[in-house]
């Protein structure tokens, strides 16, 4: 997997985590682990983001299946412009306050995830926390959306779940930290970052239609080349 795409799904995480301390940060102030010992608190967290990460490396997977049969037939490229070009309109569409996508099914799915978080969520275990960051990972999220089209268009299967892990990773740091010291990140720091999260989701829209139109920069949009029916990207 490239670099680039690589740092670009870091730093969507990074950025989406400021969104996650919004939305799910309820969950991650009330983990039970908040009476235990130092050491027995930071297992626990870890283990719930552990679970969290897990399931996006998971998902990761399923797409990248999807995403193989894509480069197999030969339109990685055009799929990796696609995806780009449609993360770019999504960001439009934030900022013009419309509907961005509805997805069928999207209320029972919830209320599901619902009833798993509030099964797990007074189990200080560790295999409780572990789950409870199981079912916190299968929430629905647009910015975790936006992470399955680029793990979707990275072409294969080590390669998507490296993408999601990696948009895992980037959310760490401040769930983490939310969830050890018990406190909230101020409002307007946490609005001042929020507004940078569309750069950041254009940022990686571009890149990957710059991966896809093939324009023979090294590592950044390398050329592709075409042989039997199959395309080889030289980087």
């Given amino acids: 997997m490239n ?7 870091f730093g969507l995480g990074l950025l989406s985590s ?14 039970p682990t908040q ?24 998902v990761g997977i399923f797409f990248g299946v999807l995403g193989r049969q894509i ?5 990685q490229r055009w799929f990796s412009i696609i995806a780009g ?8 569409q934030t900022y013009l306050r419309k509907p961005i996508l ?6 029972v799915v919830n209320a599901f995830v619902q009833k798993l978080i509030g099964k797990y969520i007074s189990n200080p275990s560790i295999s409780g926390t572990f789950l409870l960051g199981v079912a916190n990972g299968f929430l629905p999220c647009g910015l975790v959306y936006l992470a399955l089209t680029g793990a979707l268009a990275a072409g294969t299967i080590e390669g998507s779940a490296f993408f999601m892990i990696a948009f895992g990773l980037g959310t760490f740091p401040a ?12 409002i307007s720091t946490r609005n001042t970052i929020r507004k940078t999260v569309p750069y950041v989701v254009a940022f990686m829209g571009l890149l990957l239609i710059m991966r896809g139109v093939g324009l023979g920069i090294p590592y950044l949009s390398p050329s592709i080349a075409i042989s039997n029916g199959q395309v080889e990207s030289c980087h």
Avoid: D, E
């Fill in 18 to 31: 400021f969104h996650c301390v919004g939305m799910c940060g309820a969950i991650a102030f009330s983990l």
């Fill in 35 to 58: 009476h235990l010992s130092s050491i027995k608190k930071a297992v626990g967290i870890l283990s719930y983001n552990a679970g969290r990460i897990i399931t996006y490396a998971t």
């Fill in 175 to 186: 769930m983490f930290l939310l969830s050890y010291f018990g406190v909230f990140i101020s």
């Fill in 3 to 9: 670099w680039q795409i690589f740092i670009s799904a």
């Fill in 102 to 107: 509805h997805f069928p099914g999207y209320s």
């Fill in 71 to 75: 480069n197999i037939l030969g339109f």
């Fill in 85 to 92: 070009l449609t993360i770019l309109l999504i960001v439009v």
